[in-house]
């Protein structure tokens, strides 16, 4: 039933009253005006942070913000199905509750959607009982019909236990006045039933944590409360296998997945919420390991945002969902590090306030504030007026993540990240019909973070060649088999302090085709100014399919016409154009803003692919899942540049060798074609290593047990190497193992 008239409201919610007060006959109304207690104040505290405490309306952002929320609202309570009759659902959207309960989660959303503009200071819905009513009905329905503690679940069991408990606690906390005291029992006794405390590892169990002590301080029960917080304790922990966070920054979800930016920005938003809601009460964090969660803001999550946005490589299948791009989460990371600072000991708030004042300064994506809370808009508006607070500089960092198969490179004016898998770490993850073309992220997707800040976001993952990821080798054509390990275990590398490093992997395409294999060995020296790619041992097995190493595949500026030029010859701007180029030295694509050209090299002169296209896909076609859909699915539509090796088909000992300069003008980047920093000592299938000689780094990963040698360094066995000539006969070296072979996984 759709509303239209005004009239029609009225009447249906005075139906809606009725039922409600039949329907809980001891209905004594918990009202403000009751003597306050702790709990009462903790409640208050969450309250604000929900409604953003005490804001100007007028500011523009903050106006904003107010007007997304009342849309949302308005547009949930015009589409509710206002009953009370005999309906099944509230939105004819989510009319299958019964069966599927990501619908019932939704509609407590929905209501808690309509629940906010209700109670937000500026909403042209604030105060209105008119949508007051339809709130309280549509959780007494909610309750009656689906989730109450009668009901056996079914379906997703992380629905039931943590996404509908999550958006009815805080529905309950912005309701709390108007609710009769019965119909808190009956909600609050109903998330008891599904999930009566702490559960599970890693997010899932801190979600579960936020649940209970939500639900201890609506019922003021301090036991629950207790329970909820001393739950957090095995998160703490530093882990050295399955999930949860590693010393190295790395964190794991579902066993083998790195998801620093996805299940772990969930993590640290409900931890921080927590940390926010217990302090300075009787049930405040005690355990000292929680120091351990103040440290991961520094070691893994602030290193993964680059301006503002929260690297893919580290955010598994949540790269699929539209409103999930990068700089969307990016955002949300900040407003959780902020959230973390309102319980940090000052001298770590000092520093998450300065790195986030830094990210609001220098995101030149979209409107920073877009999506996220008035309480967020608000602080982050005070941090900026606040000169008190320095912005960090521009971090500078090299690090590989062992633990994840991830590498990051920080240098001025741009970042690199790699993503790779191994034994220990899948390739990626697809579960809940999402990520349906993740297949190659995990095969070296080197991606580049520069003055284009929205590289990976406007439509990115819907529109590029899932097949040609920058920086992997690909069989042309063949889907990666998802979720999978292989057997190569030398995936890794070693950094020299926090300036340079040397990775590599080993890599083995993994698909359904068991008579067909295809291997490579691939090596990244992240220098200063240059990324140095080295390829060899390509050797595959599948009789038809081209292999390929992908060197860019950049999305394009709207037209599309980015200026490529090679050795120095401007190419066609044209979509479609294509040219296998002989003889190539050096290339460069100029960027769609400031700070953004790149150059490329290839010592010893390369054949190079290049194509200049123009794609279209819809979020539809990689993440399917319902709760994440994009409305009215539209196709997008990219433009693409694509400069690649076509090793060709079946090919035995391919090898390739590239660098990318990020930040160069052509000129630039012609010069440096006349005259590199950096000589290949080798590139084949038991060593690649290279020689910076300005910096006087040499970076090597030896491949095999035998002993081998380049420049100065002899290795007699696998192993990643990164040597300088400090000058005057003393030299740093850093090695790994990046076998791992005491690990315990
Ligand atoms: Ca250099």
């Not at 697809?430 to 439509?459: E, H, P, R, V």
Request: proline share 4%; charged share 20%.
């Amino acid at each position: 039933m759709m509303r239209s008239t005004a009239m029609r409201r009225y009447v249906i919610l005075f139906l809606c009253l009725a039922v409600i007060w039949a329907g809980f006959p001891i209905a004594g109304k918990v009202h403000a005006a009751d003597p306050g207690d702790e709990y009462d104040g903790l409640r208050q505290r969450w309250y604000e942070m929900l409604t953003g405490g005490n804001y100007d309306p007028a500011d523009p952002d903050i106006a904003n913000a107010i007007q997304v929320i009342t849309d949302k609202a308005e547009s949930n309570w015009n589409t509710m199905n206002a009953g009370p009759g005999s309906r099944t659902y509230l939105w004819s959207d989510l009319a299958n509750g019964a069966t599927n309960p990501t619908h019932i989660r939704l509609s407590y959303q929905r209501l808690y959607e309509m629940a906010l503009a209700y109670r937000t200071t500026g909403s042209s819905l604030e105060g209105s009982s008119a949508v007051r009513d339809s709130v309280l009905d549509g959780l007494q329905f909610l309750n009656e019909t689906y989730y109450n503690d009668a009901v056996t679940p079914y379906g997703n069991w992380w629905e039931w236990q943590i996404g509908a408990p999550l958006a009815l606690n805080d529905t309950v906390v912005l309701m709390y006045d108007e609710l009769p005291a019965s119909a808190i029992a009956a909600y609050t006794g109903a998330i008891e039933h599904f999930v009566a405390g702490p559960r599970d590892t890693g997010a899932n169990r801190v979600w579960s944590c936020a649940v209970a002590v939500g639900r201890g301080i609506l019922t003021k029960d301090g036991a629950t409360i207790q329970r909820g917080v001393a739950g957090l304790s095995p998160v703490f922990d530093y882990v050295t296998s399955g999930d949860g966070f590693y010393e190295d920054g790395s964190f794991i979800q579902h066993v083998k997945f790195a998801y620093n930016g996805s299940y772990g920005l969930s993590l640290i938003e409900n931890l921080s919420t927590v940390f926010y809601f217990v302090t300075g009460s009787s049930w405040d964090v005690t355990d000292p390991k929680s120091a351990n969660a103040y440290r991961w803001v520094d070691d893994s999550f602030i290193p993964f945002v680059y301006k503002g946005a929260l690297m893919d490589m580290v955010r598994g299948r949540d790269i699929s969902v539209f409103s999930r791009e990068d700089h969307d989460m990016g955002h949300r990371m900040a407003a959780a590090v902020l959230r973390m600072a309102q319980s940090a000991a000052p001298v770590d708030a000092a520093r998450y306030k300065s790195v986030i004042k830094y990210w609001l300064l220098n995101d030149t994506s979209h409107n920073f504030y877009e999506g996220l809370s008035l309480d967020f808009i608000r602080q982050a508006k005070a941090l900026l007026n606040d000169s008190t607070v320095t912005p960090a500089p521009e971090p500078v960092a090299s690090k590989v993540y062992p633990a994840m198969d991830r590498a990051l490179h920080l240098r001025p004016g741009f970042g690199v990240g790699i993503s790779m898998f191994s034994k220990r770490i899948a390739n990626y993850e697809t579960t809940n019909g999402q990520n349906l073309k993740g297949w190659y992220t995990g095969a070296g997707m080197t991606y580049l973070y520069n003055g284009d800040s929205d590289q990976y976001g406007g439509n990115f993952w819907p529109t590029v060649n899932s097949y040609r990821l920058p920086g992997t080798t690909a069989v042309a054509g063949k889907n990666m088999q998802a979720e999978s390990l292989n057997n190569q275990t030398w995936v890794g590398g070693t950094s020299l302090g926090d300036d340079y490093s040397v990775v590599g992997m080993s890599l083995e395409h993994i698909d359904a085709d068991i008579t067909a294999d295809m291997n490579a060995k691939k090596s990244w020296f992240l220098f200063d100014d240059e990324v140095v790619a080295l390829g060899s041992g390509i050797t595959s097995t599948y009789p038809s399919n081209d292999v390929e190493t992908i060197v860019e595949n950049r999305r394009l500026n709207a037209a599309g016409d980015n200026a490529l030029t090679v050795n120095g010859v401007l190419k066609s701007s044209a979509i479609g154009w294509s040219e296998t180029m002989t003889g190539v030295k050096w290339a460069h694509l100029a960027g769609s803003a400031a700070g953004s050209d790149i150059g490329y090299y290839f010592p010893g002169v390369a054949t190079l692919e290049g194509l200049r296209e123009e794609r279209s896909g819809k979020w539809f076609d990689i993440s399917k899942y319902t709760g994440v859909l994009e409305p009215g699915d539209p196709a997008h539509t990219n433009r693409f540049l694509n400069l690649y090796f076509n090793h060709g088909t079946a090919p035995t000992d391919a090898s390739y060798a590239y660098a990318l300069l990020p930040g160069k003008t052509a000129s630039a980047v012609n010069s440096y074609a006349g005259n590199p920093d950096f000589i290949v000592l080798a590139n084949n299938s038991s060593v690649q290593a290279v020689k910076e000689k300005t910096l006087g780094v040499i970076g090597a990963n030896f491949w095999t047990n035998s002993e081998q040698s380049v420049d100065m360094i002899t290795s007699s066995g696998k192993a990643a190497v990164m040597l300088r000539e400090d000058g005057g006969g003393s030299l740093s070296l850093s090695v790994s193992d990046p076998n791992q072979p005491a690990s315990a996984r």
